[in-house]
């Protein structure tokens, strides 16, 4: 079936640094959304991506539809202590069902 | 505006018994969804409504499962009976348009022993 291999796994940075987080496939999606998940919570959406190469910003999130449209990057600039939680990415078929992909998460780890 | 809500945020059932869990979509979204996220995989699709209609239902595990949205409003899920491997969060998330931005609620998180 369709899968999206999402990565790094799990990351520790020090406060202030940039975070790099990337999906790929080998499925085509019409559409990219990223999530942030807390401890106890549910997914909270953080940007929403519709064309390909698509570049959009969210504070200090910034998020890229890429070209081919099988995949997709999320950076985090000068990480903060909040910034802590599991980052998904997700990505919506292009025929047959709408139905979305989910990665299997980024654990960001915040050092201060 | 009231975000997707669910209930309950936690159940704990023995092997066998019968569990119900409840969605309540952002007013006015017509699509819901169900997802499940088993320890530490990936959030996995179960089903999707248009209204009051199974859109997609082609992830749901087996018949043991069924769910149901009478009235295009909120939705049930129903487990029974249910078995270890069933065990896990599960997420309902709710969208304006099929192909609009989702939005999730907090989970229930099941424990089957």
């Known amino acids: 079936g369709q899968q999206l291999n999402q990565s790094p796994q799990s990351m520790f940075i020090q406060e202030g640094e940039d975070v790099s987080m990337n999906c790929t496939s080998s499925s085509i999606f019409n559409t990219w959304l990223w999530y942030k998940q807390d401890p106890g919570e549910g997914p909270v959406l953080l940007i929403a991506l519709y064309k390909a190469g698509e570049l959009t910003s969210n504070g200090r999130l910034t998020a890229q539809f890429g070209i081919t449209r099988k995949d997709s990057f999320l950076n985090i600039s000068a990480s903060i202590p909040s910034d802590v939680g599991i980052y998904f990415c997700a990505g919506q078929l292009t025929s047959g069902t709408y139905k979305y992909i989910f990665g299997t998460g980024t654990r960001l780890k915040v050092l201060a | 505006e009231a975000g997707v809500t669910q209930f309950p945020s936690h159940s704990v059932i023995e092997k066998g018994q019968t569990v119900t869990l409840r969605c309540d979509p952002i007013s006015g979204h017509d699509n819901l969804y169900w997802y499940r996220r088993v320890m530490g995989k990936e959030i996995k699709f179960l089903l999707h409504f248009v209204k009051e209609s199974k859109q997609d239902e082609s992830g749901m595990p087996n018949n043991r499962f069924l769910a149901e949205r009478t009235g295009g409003t909120y939705s049930t899920l129903k487990v029974q009976p249910a078995e270890l491997e069933d065990s896990g969060v599960y997420f309902c998330?709710?969208?304006?348009?099929?192909?609009?931005?989702?939005?999730f609620g907090p989970g229930t998180r099941l424990t089957v022993t």
């Open positions: 998330a709710s969208s304006q348009g099929i192909t609009s931005k989702q939005y």
